[in-house]
């Protein structure tokens, strides 16, 4: 299975060069990855602590963990890599890492020369990115692996009975702090008893989000005295489904789109959808009179949880989309209510929010008019609901002070403390 595996490792980065050629993410992915090893070769031999991330959303997950990791190990270098440009390409620069690469391309020789060059003592993959030959060289090497935030489903491959080399991938980990029951339940189905129920880190993310509010006055400018929707990460079907409804209540309401993509034809979709001089783009504002304008659209990344703050209802995109919605987090913890498509039953936060009325998903263009109806014109209605929000979040947040004492332990045994 392994000779499987390492072929279709290669496929896949075959595809990803040819995709290269007319894809701008296929490109980033491809040339991001060029020369790693000639690039990192010479830095100082030191030990690090070293935090794994799918993409940019998972790294927001897991910043509460790396700030405490800090904390604990200030004199150790922190070192950061991404599997998808989308989370490298904007958080290259953090100054929550020493070094913040992609991950190179997951071979026995490429795991063997990160582990080398980095040298960590400690290593953090977050969620589901699990990736064979990295966790077996870091088992091998004496290294504690942690999975934090992992969430598990009956239908993964790891609980299949043709999944014995991708459940051989976990069985490498050292520990893991799963997000619920369902997930260390499964995990003990399959004789892995090294986890602990913790919760989900991006409770604190947000909730440490929250506390550091920016001052954005051309929201208030824009705003004026009407009602703010905010929609963030929106893709074209949710902004399709959303602007008769918008359209028809400029009156009382105005709309901020923070789309998930933010090129120029993304941009120019969203203005086709409402009348002509109705919209206008953050970039554009400079001596713009804002309150001639019902909709703008914030074509810049990383203002979206202020915007969340200002808003009286929230709309999280994705819905419609195999992967399913994004972070509905970020608004609750401001106590929003939140609306999404119907693909959100992968994201446990999001099936809580529905069941105690906080969340509010649609299918039809029908119940998306009802839905928005409700909460815009009915306050006390929205007020509940945005209440119950906050209470949601601030009743989950302390995972990373949980993985944090569990894995104190470990360490101190180890000389890492």
């Not at 713009?288 to 709309?315: F, P």
């Amino acid at each position: 299975m392994l000779t499987f595996y390492n072929i279709g490792i290669h496929f896949f980065f075959l595809l990803a060069s040819l995709a290269a050629l007319f894809n701008n993410k296929a490109k980033l992915w491809i040339e991001g990855r060029k020369n790693w090893k000639n690039k990192w070769e010479s830095i100082p031999e030191e030990k690090t602590v070293w935090f794994h991330f799918a993409s940019l959303g998972e790294f927001e997950q897991g910043k509460p963990l790396i700030e405490r990791i800090r904390g604990m190990f200030p004199d150790k270098k922190i070192v950061i890599t991404f599997f998808s440009p989308s989370g490298y390409e904007v958080r290259k620069n953090s100054h929550l890492g020493d070094y913040i690469l992609y991950l190179p391309l997951d071979t026995k020789s490429n795991a063997r020369d990160f582990l080398r060059i980095f040298n960590p003592e400690i290593a953090f993959f977050n969620k589901y990115e699990y990736w064979f030959h990295f966790f077996k060289e870091t088992h091998q090497a004496g290294i504690p692996l942690y999975v934090t935030s992992a969430i598990f489903r009956p239908n993964q491959i790891f609980f299949k009975s043709y999944g014995s080399f991708n459940r051989r991938i976990l069985s490498y980990a050292s520990h893991f702090f799963v997000q619920n029951k369902q997930s260390e339940e499964l995990l003990s189905k399959i004789g892995l008893n090294n986890h602990t129920l913790s919760g989900d880190t991006r409770f604190d993310s947000v909730n440490d989000l929250a506390k550091k509010l920016k001052d954005l006055p051309f929201i208030d400018s824009f705003s004026g005295r009407h009602q703010l929707f905010i929609i963030g990460s929106s893709w074209p079907e949710d902004e399709a489904n959303l602007s008769p409804w918008i359209t028809k209540n400029f009156g009382s309401w105005k709309a901020m789109f923070a789309p998930h993509e933010i090129d120029e034809e993304r941009i120019e979709q969203i203005i086709k959808l409402f009348p002509k001089g109705s919209v206008i783009r953050h970039s554009q504002i400079a001596d713009q009179e804002l309150s001639n304008y019902h909709v703008m659209i914030i074509d810049n990344i990383g203002m979206l949880s202020t915007l969340y703050s200002k808003a009286d209802l929230t709309y999280i995109g994705g819905g419609f989309n195999k992967s399913g919605i994004h972070n509905t987090l970020e608004a609750a913890a401001w106590g929003k209510a939140v609306v999404f498509g119907p693909n959100y039953h992968k994201f446990q936060e999001a099936k809580d929010l529905v069941d105690i009325q906080a969340g509010f998903s649609y299918s039809t263009q029908q119940e998306l008019n009802s839905v928005l109806d409700k909460l815009a014109f009915d306050e006390n209605y929205r007020n509940q609901a945005a209440k119950k929000a906050k209470e949601y979040v601030a009743l989950n947040i302390g995972a990373s002070e949980i993985i944090i004492n569990k894995i104190y332990g470990n360490l101190s045994a180890k000389g890492l403390i």
